[in-house]
Structures are given as structure tokens and as C-alpha cells.
Nanobody, 124 residues
Framework: QLQLVESGGGFVQPGGSLRLSCAAS????????IGWFRQAPGKEREGVSC????????NYADSVLGRFTISIDYAENIAYLQMNTLKPEDTAVYYC?????????????????WGKGTLVTVSS
């Protein structure tokens, strides 16, 4: 059974950092494309970042480019989202999702498995 579990969310002041983790079980991230998505209160879900499990291409939403970094620890089978210089508008529930295969972009409707999310709150 494929399972994704996010962790690392919390409360942080503007300008702070958090690292989100997405632990995978039942499958190997190397063969999947991993995406991070977020949904703020009252807003639609949006894609944040995407990485091919093979260690290929990564991409980022314009709103997080230069501040967030996506990565995979193959030994631990965990995907990460390092978030720096956080802003109040980054406040959202963050989800990781996986899709079998190698893709250059992540579309929410194409993802096969989803975690339950972790809440990030950025506020002074």
C-alpha cells in the first residue's frame, strides 16, 4: 500500500525557515515524480514544486522560486521541501503527492497518491 506522510509544519515568523518531510512507504521514490502542493484557507490548491524521482528536473512556482528547495533522500526514501524566507502568504496546508514515472511537471489531477498534509503558519 502506497503511503505518504508529511511532517515538519508549524508556526514560524516571517523571514523564518521550515523543512517539510514526506516519508514514503510501500514504494520507492526513485521511480516516482514527487510534487508539493499547498492550499490556503479559502483558496484553491496550487502546485509549489515538483521533482522527478530519478534525480532529474525540478520546478517551482514563481511565488516560491529562490526561496524553496525540493529534494529527495533516496536512502531514507523521504522527500523534502526546504522553505526559507517565509512570508505570511505561504500560510497553507502543504501536501506531498506522488505519480509513478518521470515527469517534468506535476499536475494535481495526475498524481496517484497523496499525504494528509501538514499545516504551515507564517505570522508575526
Amino acid at each position: 500500500q502506497l503511503q505518504l506522510v508529511e511532517s515538519g509544519g508549524g508556526f514560524v515568523q516571517p523571514g523564518g525557515s521550515l523543512r517539510l518531510s514526506c516519508a514514503a512507504s510501500g514504494f520507492t521514490l526513485q521511480y516516482y515524480t514527487i510534487g508539493w502542493f499547498r492550499q490556503a484557507p479559502g483558496k484553491e490548491r496550487e502546485g509549489v514544486s515538483c521533482i522527478a524521482g530519478s534525480g532529474g528536473s525540478t520546478n517551482y512556482a514563481d511565488s516560491v522560486l529562490g526561496r524553496f528547495t525540493i529534494s529527495i533522500d533516496y536512502a531514507e526514501n523521504i522527500a523534502y521541501l526546504q522553505m526559507n524566507t517565509l512570508k505570511p502568504e505561504d500560510t497553507a496546508v502543504y501536501y506531498c503527492a506522488a505519480r509513478f514515472g518521470t515527469f517534468s511537471v506535476c499536475h494535481a489531477n495526475d498524481m496517484d497518491s497523496w499525504g494528509k498534509g501538514t499545516l504551515v503558519t507564517v505570522s508575526s
